[in-house]
């Protein structure tokens, strides 16, 4: 079992749809990052959130450290969204980054 | 766009080859992490410098090493490469309190 899970692996959505990707992961992190990767390998980094809720735009990320989960919701989504969207936990010992495998997200048109 | 510059973008070797990945961090970042990513797969860590000591390894052979630069920045050297090295190469620079800043990545390809 991955240390970090990530769900769904792919979504295909309409324009203008609510979407959630949701992660959860079995060891202890100190904060948990949201990265948005697009055909080309560029990543970049949308949220690190340790605690409650982070919004930028359309895109909000929560966290429930009991639960070990976060969810990432894109609201009125759109095909500029379509990317792969990546969570990774912050070890809380050697601060490096463990990674989900990543959801393929494809928005139509 | 992000101060973490990684060089070159793209490269292709021969099995049994040497390579040398390059990457700049980004200002104030003492921390440089350095990534593995297969086609359709997440980033696999591969190790970590902090002030120029190795900070952390994930689960990669010997014959990947690297180095930190007093500005920072860092190499990742592979030795003796194999086909099985073909991936995306990921470097982040960080420090304790902010978010990782990625590099664009450069594409190894083993032939």
């Known amino acids: 079992k991955n240390e970090v899970e990530q769900s769904p692996q792919n979504l295909t959505a309409q324009e203008g749809e609510f979407i959630t990707i949701n992660c959860s992961y079995s060891v202890g992190i100190s904060a948990l990052h949201w990265l948005q990767q697009h055909p080309g390998g560029g990543i970049v980094s949308l949220f690190m959130l340790s605690s409650g809720k982070k919004k930028h735009g359309r895109l909000i990320a929560t966290i429930n450290i009991q639960e070990k989960h976060s969810s990432l919701h894109i609201t009125a989504s759109h095909p500029r969204d379509s990317a792969v969207y990546i969570c990774?936990?912050?070890?809380?010992?050697?601060?490096?980054?463990?990674f989900g495998a990543g959801t393929i997200l494809r928005v139509k048109s | 766009e992000t101060g973490v510059t990684q060089s070159p973008t793209h490269l292709i070797k021969t099995r049994g080859q040497q390579v040398t990945l390059r990457c700049s961090s980004q200002s104030g970042h003492n921390t440089v992490s350095w990534y593995q990513q297969a086609l359709g797969q997440g980033p696999q860590f591969i190790f970590q410098?902090?002030?120029?000591?190795?900070?952390g390894r994930g689960n990669f052979p010997p014959r990947f090493s690297g180095l930190q630069f007093p500005n920072y920045s860092s190499e990742l050297n592979v030795n003796a490469l194999e086909l099985d090295d073909s991936a995306l190469y990921l470097c982040?620079?960080?420090?304790?309190?902010?978010?990782?800043?990625f590099g664009q990545g450069t594409r190894l390809t083993v032939v």
């Open positions: 982040a620079s960080s420090s304790r309190v902010t978010e990782a800043f």
């Open positions: 990774a936990g912050n070890m809380e010992y050697g601060n490096k980054l463990v």
């Open positions: 410098y902090y002030r120029e000591e190795e900070n």
